[in-house]
């Protein structure tokens, strides 16, 4: 039985047999579930529904591929992604693991093995701030819509770059703690050496595009030395 609280699912696959087996297993698990047939699809879901908690995705679509989806998603979130799918390349399987997914199911596959599976992916997420509601409304002045990249400041839109996105969204994670400069260089640009120059520069793009008429004090606060903190 699926309760209000439940944690949910987006199953990404253009088989819809395939999602409706999937859909049905996990709801009678107690998870909430989305299925699109396509990546434009999914990325609708998203910006109309938030983030969810895991997404399910297979690699070959019809005219954007799994891969796309998970570069884009990845690129301002850290949403967990498993991928499903009957791509067996062993080069495609650690390319998948090392850059994107949390897990990797071969089709044919065993509803019940990939039940296990969700469970223990879901398991090891520690916080699931990511999946946000599709907009966040900090105070009179500021309204964010992570998954859409883009803020609302005194009602004017403004769009977020993707490290912009993602940089905030870790922020909001943690609001009104000090995040870590050598967390979010991790977090960023995982995969890169950058240093805290190019950290700041973004930080400096990002407050320019934060401000409105109504706030008190900056909304990203530096704390000499050890990180930044989101106020709000």
Sequence with gaps: MV?????????????PHICEMVTIKLEQAGYKVFS????????DLIRKFGLP???IVDIHMPERSGLDFCEEILA???LPIMMLTADDDLSTIIESIER?????????????????????????????????APQQRIDSGLTVNIAAQTIYVDDAE??????????????????????????????????????EDTLRVHIHRLRQKLNTSEQKHPYIVTERGVGYRFIG
């Design 53 to 55: 908690h895991l997404a």
């Design 100 to 132: 994107y997914a949390e897990d990797y199911i071969v089709k044919p596959f065993n509803l019940n093995e990939l039940l296990v599976r969700v469970r223990r992916v879901l398991r090891r997420v520690v916080d699931t701030d990511y999946a946000m």
């Design 158 to 195: 403004k769009k977020l770059t993707p490290t912009e996105s993602k940089l905030l969204h870790i922020l909001l994670q943690h609001r009104n703690t000090v995040v870590r400069t050598d967390y979010l260089l991790k977090r960023i640009w995982p995969n890169e050496e950058i240093f």
């Design 36 to 43: 699109a047939g396509s990546v434009e699809h999914a990325m």
């Design 3 to 15: 309760t209000p609280h439940a944690e949910s699912i987006l199953v990404i696959d253009d088989d």
């Design 76 to 78: 301002y979130s850290d």
